[in-house]
């Protein structure tokens, strides 16, 4: 199941977007709308479905989160970009704040 969040969500929706990775959620955020698709497999899934809401591929990165921890990484092939980040893992620190603190404010408790 891959759902857009545009707000917190209730914790039977996070159990819900969970199941997929058995408690690891693997999250697009879109930084400039302060939204993000939550749960699937893999990242395009996510992306695809951003993009189609309007989203910009610029503003998209691809995270995750464990539940049982609370720890991110940063870590996706979406996030590989010749002219802007030329590795799967986040490496502007802004972005990843961004992505952090989106992420955290729209799945955590």
Known sequence: MVLIIRGKISPQTRKQIAEDLKGYIKVVVDVRRG????????????????????????????????????EMDFDSLINLRPTQNTSREILDQGVRKEVETITRSLLQE
């Open 35 to 70: 939204i993000l698709s939550a749960g699937g497999q893999k990242h395009v899934d996510g992306e695809r479905l951003l993009l189609e809401d309007g989203s910009r591929q610029e503003d998209l990165w691809g995270a995750g989160l464990d539940l049982e921890t609370a």
